[in-house]
């Protein structure tokens, strides 16, 4: 259950500070291949991260 919780709020976490990642990829472009798959398996790990921690409970008033 404790290994549970801590990856729920993990993915929590990281789904809601990653945009802030995609900042400086669209400031600098995205002029190259590299620079668009970085961009997009941004955008990946953002969408798991939303999937694993929907269920977070510290995001909830109580």
Same mark, same amino acid.
């Given at each position: 259950?404790?290994? !549970?919780?801590?990856?729920? #709020?993990? /993915?929590?976490?990281? /789904?809601?500070?990653?945009? *802030?990642?995609?900042?400086?990829?669209? *400031?600098? /472009?995205?002029? !190259?291949?590299?620079?668009?798959?970085?961009?997009?398996?941004?955008?990946?790990?953002?969408?798991? #991260?939303?999937? *694993?921690?929907?269920?977070?409970?510290? !995001?909830?008033?109580?």
């Amino acid at each position: 259950m404790h290994v !549970s919780h801590s990856v729920t #709020a993990a /993915g929590f976490w990281l /789904g809601t500070l990653l945009p *802030v990642a995609y900042l400086p990829i669209i *400031v600098g /472009g995205i002029d !190259s291949i590299s620079r668009l798959s970085l961009f997009l398996g941004l955008l990946v790990v953002h969408a798991l #991260a939303l999937v *694993v921690g929907h269920d977070y409970s510290g !995001s909830r008033p109580r």
